[in-house]
């Protein structure tokens, strides 16, 4: 008795005994025993950052518009010159007086009876009929003049008026000589030693591979007429690429354009000159394709631009809608003068 009273006072003195550690159980091998690891992004105040939680993941990217594009520029490079941002464009239109592309009084089998081997070279004559070219630059869409009135401030930006006057300048010396080239070269009379002074070119080094497949040429640098729209222009070249005849226009480039929807307007021009050829009684055959072709002064490969009848017929629907436009605008100007 009295050795059970001594056990019980020993263990009233003693201090209290702690419980023992729970212990978890686990399935996984892999936890049983280890201590769990802490979620550092549990340690994150999220009160604090909840504004900044939500702005980022409420956050939508949208595509850049005209207007946005002018605010990143000023932010850039500061104002430069006021205009007001261009307003979208109509809706899609049907040009009021149709006229096909293609002549039926002419015959689309060339006729070798007639056809000369020397190609055409008829002169552009001065006139007020107006030129594919003044056509196309006065009916530019809002969003062309945006785009180019912005590429025209930034290299002002960085050349500086005079600058860029030398540098569009040279831009359209390299387009004539690589014209003037390209003439000697598709010649039938071409001289062999202006031939081979012409291949040091970059940019006829750029076109060697088309050049392999055009045969058979029927105007070089020759004026068209379309005696129905009264439209005049100056094209560069009427041959066969691939045995089909086209209306060959041929473009230097500093940027690679490996898309037709690249060249901007070049296909409206085609097209034009598509158009005019047959219905130009000083053109004895027909055109139904066209061809683009940019060059590139660094000699690299030139990017052609294929436009078959049904693409020539898609482009020259949009070019009677631009000649359309162009006719209204200067009907108005004159009733106001």
């Not at 066209?290 to 052609?304: F, N, Q, R």
Request: aromatic share 8%; hydrophobic share 35%.
């Amino acid at each position: 008795m009295k050795a059970v009273q001594t056990i019980c006072r020993q263990l009233r003195n003693s201090k209290a005994v702690e419980p023992a550690p729970r212990v978890g159980f686990s399935t996984s091998s892999y936890s049983c025993g280890r201590k769990k690891k802490m979620n550092p992004y549990e340690e994150v105040d999220q009160g604090k950052y909840s504004d900044l939680v939500q702005s980022v993941l409420s956050f939508r990217g949208h595509a850049q518009t005209p207007e946005s594009l002018f605010e990143e520029d000023t932010l850039l490079y500061g104002p430069v010159s006021k205009g007001k941002p261009p307003k979208q464009d109509k809706e899609a239109r049907i040009t009021e007086n149709w006229f096909p592309l293609l002549n039926p009084e002419k015959s689309l089998k060339p006729n070798a009876t007639n056809d000369a081997t020397v190609p055409l070279k008829i002169p552009l004559q001065r006139n007020k009929i107006p030129s594919v070219t003044r056509v196309l630059q006065q009916t530019m869409t809002s969003e062309q003049i945006f785009y180019l009135e912005r590429w025209r401030r930034r290299m002002i930006l960085e050349l500086g008026e005079d600058g860029f006057a030398e540098y569009t300048s040279n831009i359209f010396l390299q387009g004539k000589q690589f014209h003037e080239a390209l003439e000697s070269i598709l010649s039938p009379q071409e001289n062999v030693k202006e031939r081979d002074e012409n291949l040091t070119s970059g940019y006829i080094e750029s076109i060697q591979h088309i050049l392999k497949d055009v045969s058979g040429v029927r105007a070089l640098e020759s004026a068209v007429q379309h005696e129905t729209l009264k439209y005049v222009g100056l094209l560069d070249c009427v041959a066969e690429y691939q045995d089909k005849l086209c209306v060959i226009d041929w473009k230097t480039s500093e940027k690679p354009k490996p898309l037709i929807r690249n060249t901007f307007d070049n296909p409206l021009q085609v097209v034009a000159y598509v158009g005019a050829i047959n219905n130009d009684a000083n053109y004895s055959f027909q055109v139904q394709c066209g061809l683009i072709v940019v060059a590139y002064k660094d000699g690299s490969p030139a990017h052609p631009h294929f436009m078959d009848i049904e693409l020539c017929s898609q482009y020259w629907a949009k070019w009677l809608l631009r000649l359309e436009e162009y006719t209204k605008k200067e009907k108005k100007q004159n009733i106001q003068s």
